[in-house]
């Protein structure tokens, strides 16, 4: 077996009384396109917050380049070469897209300090934000004001903010929610573009949107209710029955991407997948 870079071992969350990840482990090796699907509430967001250091475990292991990771803060995995998107959109409505990069790309540098006078200066700066803007098709709107671009373009935006920092493993929560599906698969497609040319070696996203899971994955983790339900190819999530039943059902319904069928319709004895309290 490759050895991981990324890997979580029976990872345990609780908020409270509510135990959103119940010894979760799994494994992320370089060149592999893993994600993370489930029902609303399956931890998915939780489980990405502990592995990016966001979010420390109730109890287990989170390592990154056989780092010990767990709760290690964001800046310290960025440090080590893991980025990240969000569920809903982080940028700065105010700040220009160039400043937008510019600031990801000077955490980068480790140098934080006064960013927007660095970049009218700074040619190698300039350069690099000019190329995570082009690779984003960001280009000719680098003077724009963040919050005057369309829903797809403040993706983008996000997702090439953590590209900037020229990480080896991006985690993507949801990087096309809020979006039309013809707008989805251009993002989509724009950004594996973009993490083959800049070289990342494995990404994890965390996408509701089944057409989109079934295209792009080397690996389907399915979530539910905490926990792995199962973990594997495409080809094989597909046919395993309990997920068809308990999350690619419940996807169509949630997602809307997926005409229901009578395979892949939830159950009407299914519990409702958003149970306030789950126990582990
Ligand atoms: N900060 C928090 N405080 C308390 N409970 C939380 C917190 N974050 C998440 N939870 C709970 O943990 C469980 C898992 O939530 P999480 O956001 O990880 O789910 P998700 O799979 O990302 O859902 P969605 O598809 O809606 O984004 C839910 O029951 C949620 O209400
Ligand atoms: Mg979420």
Do not use: W
Not at 88 to 97: E, Y
């Amino acid at each position: 077996m490759t050895s991981a870079l990324l890997e979580a071992t029976d990872v345990r969350k609780f908020y409270g009384d509510t135990c959103a990840l119940d010894g979760v482990s799994l494994r992320v090796s370089a060149g592999e396109f893993v994600s993370i699907i489930g029902p609303n509430g399956a931890g998915k967001t939780t489980l990405v917050n502990v592995l990016t250091g966001l979010t420390p475990p109730s109890s287990g292991r989170v390592r990154f380049k056989n780092v010990d990771v767990a709760g290690g803060g964001p800046a310290r995995l960025a440090r080590l070469g893991m980025a990240r998107s969000f569920q809903l959109v982080t940028i700065f409505p105010g700040l220009s897209v160039a400043d937008t990069l510019a600031v990801a790309v000077l955490s980068r540098l480790g140098r934080s300090a006064r960013p927007f006078a660095a970049l009218a200066r700074d040619t190698e700066l300039r350069a690099a934000v000019e190329e995570v803007a082009v690779l984003f098709q960001l280009g000719d709107k680098l003077g724009r004001r963040a919050r005057t671009l369309p829903q797809g373009d403040k993706k983008l935006l996000d997702v090439a903010s953590a590209f900037a920092l020229h990480p080896d493993v991006i985690l993507m929560d949801e990087p096309t929610s809020g979006v039309s599906t013809a707008d989805k698969t251009a993002i989509m497609e724009t950004l594996v573009r973009a993490a083959e040319r800049m070289g990342i070696r494995a990404i994890v996203l965390v996408e509701h949107d089944m057409d989109i899971v079934f295209g792009y994955s080397d690996r389907i983790v399915a979530l539910h209710q905490g926990r792995v339900l199962a973990d594997a190819t495409p080809a094989a999530i597909r046919a395993d029955a309990a997920v068809v039943r308990t999350v690619l059902g419940i996807a169509a319904t949630q997602g809307r991407t997926q005409p229901e069928t009578a395979s892949n319709r939830p159950p009407t004895s299914e519990p409702d997948s958003r149970t306030p309290l789950q126990q582990c």
